[in-house]
């Protein structure tokens, strides 16, 4: 078996649906086989994509185990030489998979790759990720990409051949079954969130590349794969970053974060509920973003409890 594709989905059954369609009808001539992980779904996904898709590996959780203990799963049940974790509000171009199948086995110093991601206009999204750093937490990440493309590449960048990077975006990520098993997969610790950045940073460590591919364009519907829960995948988000931290920076550098996350969490809090005032309300950008800076601020306050953030 070439590859064996990987697709986590919760609550997004249109979604799942078009993904796994976008591998099964991938112009290549590899050997490869759709494992779907369903994470606890309420919506049609437990009768719809069995019913559609009967050559497919369904595996069914009756709660949201997350996004890495689900990809776990399945790459145990794996028989692929490469594993691709797809995301379930991403599709395949109809070709894109067997250009990076062939990149991986052409540079075998190449532990993980990943695509250029598009949004559904045909924009370029991020698709390169840097290590987080006190500054790439507490400077803004657009800042950076413009001022210093070099250190921090992105978007904004028109790449025409592969570059190595620090991490990519795992909305599409190929990688090898054995550097997988050798690493002991994604770091469960994580639910949602830098579970494929932290891959990246030990793959590196074992002396793997990491490759942005920008010929694979990739469309993703980003954001779609956590339901529309803001706010909750946000207080995911930041839960992440303090492991990441706690994992491979130092005490200093850690208590550093905390303390300047905080003050700037509050100058967003209150900016953000200025302009919602400002606005009477009618913004709901401004709207959304003050009411996922106050559900950070009360998480904070509860002292970081596991039980919030997306549904376990």
Known sequence: MDVSAIIVTRNTCQLARTAVESVLRSRDDLSKEVLVVDNGSTDDTPKELPRRFPEVRYLRAEQ??????????????????????????????????????????????????????????????NSIANFPTLTTEMINKSLLRRVWPSRFPGKEQTFSEPVEVESVVGAFFLTRKDLWDKLGGLDEDYFFFLEETDFCYRARKAGMRIVHLPQVQVRHEQGGSAGGMRAAARIEYWRSRYLFFSKHRPPGIRLALQIGLAGRLLIDTLASGLMTVLSFGCSERWRQKFAGYRALIAWHCLGRPQNRGLPR
């Open 64 to 125: 949201n185990l997350g996004y890495p203990r689900a990809s776990n799963w399945a790459a145990h049940e794996a028989k692929g030489r490469f594993l691709l974790l797809l995301n379930s509000d991403a599709v395949l171009p109809p070709g894109g998979l067997a250009v990076a199948v062939e990149w991986m086995r052409t540079h075998p110093d190449c532990g993980a790759c990943g695509a250029q991601l598009l949004n559904p206009d045909g924009s370029r999204q």
